[in-house]
């Protein structure tokens, strides 16, 4: 499944994608993990040094042979130019699966062993100068776009990446491509207005958000979340000293966790588990085609010279009728 964490700046959204990441590798689950964060900070979360972290590759960079792959002998996608970030699936493309070998893994992938198990990285590329008043962070985020269009994932099997602050995620279709995705929120007015907002935002599409309340001291902040977040309140993470602990550069192992908190990322996962389960791949396709229609007409026709509605089959539809298994 795929699933996301997002929120405002600072609220934990990179501390806890890391630790439900360790979560799910120390049960022995695949998971692929993704910085699709402005600021790269997910590979030193999960334990790589500043240098490991800095070397990963970016998916921004490898974006032609990235759309050369999807595309395989897809006949309605004439070229790799030709296909911006929207552009779906259809007979011929190449799907992604969470657990194979694949050109794109091997050129954009990089395995980080935990203290328990281990994942697969994969990081959007850090925001530089050069990127500034450009749409090249868009561009960068276009490719987990791309890759999320194309990745056929199973029940048993986990996505999870960490989203840039805010409301910026909503300036393409990102927001919509997860099962779930997760809102760390503190327990301050700012930290539930960004849930509002995301909220508002996101009802119109159909996502599926659950609230996490991150940094929660005691009974007062728990209160005010219920009170400011109501149902959506799905679980509370506490303040905690093991965070703390891998701040000032221990390296605590994830079975020293305080109890309560592992509890929660138990809990996050139930929630991953079910919102497979309430997957609906029509939607899925349609939300994809409706968007890919969208960015074509704004801007990716022009910029292509062709009218890319033709790039749609209407009769696909990501997760029916394709093989689990890469290759056959
Ligand atoms: N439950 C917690 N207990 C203690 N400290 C925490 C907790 N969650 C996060 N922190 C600390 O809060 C700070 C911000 O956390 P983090 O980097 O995960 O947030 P973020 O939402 O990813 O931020 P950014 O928007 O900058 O990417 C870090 O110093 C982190 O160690
Ligand atoms: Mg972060």
Redesign the pocket.
Known sequence: MKIAFV??????????SALFIRHLAAAGLPVLAVDA?I?Q?LGP?LGLTDDRAAALPSLGAHLPEIKEYLRGDNPLIRSAEEMIKTTPPGPGSRLLRIVEENPVYAACARPVALDEGSVRLMATGAFTEEDLGVACYHSKVGAVELLLNHLLDGPDEYLVT?MT?GSDSFASGLFTRFDLTFL?AEPTRKGVSVYRQYKEYAQDFDVHLRVVG??VQGPDDLDFLCREVGEDLYAC????GW??R??RGDEPPLRELEPP?REVLARLQTAADTAHGLRDPHRYSAQAVRFHLRNAESWGNAKVGADLAGQVDPDYVLGVGQPRTAGV
């Open positions: 929120g405002k700046g600072g609220s934990g959204k990179t501390t806890l964060d600021n900070h979360a960490d602050a760390v991150n940094k993470f506490g303040q905690s965070v703390r891998l701040e908190n």
